[in-house]
């Protein structure tokens, strides 16, 4: 892989993960907690985002390892529940902002690659196709990933809003362990990494064809 096309994968994954979390913060704040605005996480500065382990280490030594499974993430941003208008209906809607966020990207670099193919202004050889179908393949993937519903997981959240007394407490009790089981899941139960790879094709083939893109919404390094 050319170092353009390194750089342009690299640059568009830290758009993403930005986006996502200012998407978050930027919500919480409209909705009653300024929490993470004091702590300047309304942003597109990936800098107040990064977290040392989870963004850098984690990634790196998986990647070091000859991992066949990349895992990572930002740093959370912190929401005040107590602050918001409507508590657990707000909580959900600020972690819906960050998906939400992602599919807005996939569609709009799919809508951005759809049309520069068709007008004829890129060729499927050229060199900026690849990085445009990793903005695709990037933002589907954080989707698809941040919805599932472990604690402490986007999805969580919106499960959290639909279960009521002593089930939405037990559930909240897995945040604690949450971690511990995603990444069990992720690296020892096959099945799971099926369910979860089948979701985020499901999404990619979706996103390419509202936009009507004329070759696969994934770079095709990643099939090897």
């Not at 990085?131 to 519903?149: K, R, Y």
Request: hydrophobic share 55%; glycine share 12%; proline share 8%.
């Amino acid at each position: 892989m050319d170092p353009f096309t390194i750089i342009g994968w690299v640059a568009i994954a830290i758009v993403a993960i930005t986006t996502h979390e200012a998407a978050h913060a930027y919500v919480a704040d409209r909705l009653g907690d300024p929490t993470a605005r004091m702590l300047g996480r309304v942003t597109l500065n990936p800098v107040p985002h990064i977290d040392p382990f989870m963004t850098i280490i984690l990634p790196g030594l998986l990647i070091l390892s000859g991992s066949g499974f990349i895992f990572g993430g930002a740093k959370p941003v912190p929401v005040n529940i107590g602050r918001l208008r409507r508590p657990m209906r707000d909580w959900a809607i600020v972690a819906a902002a960050g998906p939400g966020s992602n599919l807005a990207m996939a569609l709009l670099w799919a809508g951005l690659l759809s049309a520069v193919l068709h007008l004829g202004i890129w060729t499927e050889d050229s060199v900026g196709v690849s990085i445009l179908q990793f903005g695709i393949f990037i933002n589907v993937l954080l989707m698809v990933f941040n919805l599932m519903p472990i604690p402490p997981l986007d999805g969580s959240r919106l499960v959290m809003y639909l279960l009521r007394g002593e089930a939405r407490v037990a559930y909240m009790g897995l945040e604690r362990v949450g971690i511990f089981i995603l990444l069990g899941l992720l690296f020892f139960v096959p099945g799971f990494r099926m369910v979860l790879w089948t979701g985020i094709s499901w999404a990619g083939y979706a996103v390419g064809t509202v936009v009507g893109l004329p070759l696969p919404w994934y770079p095709a390094a990643l099939t090897g």
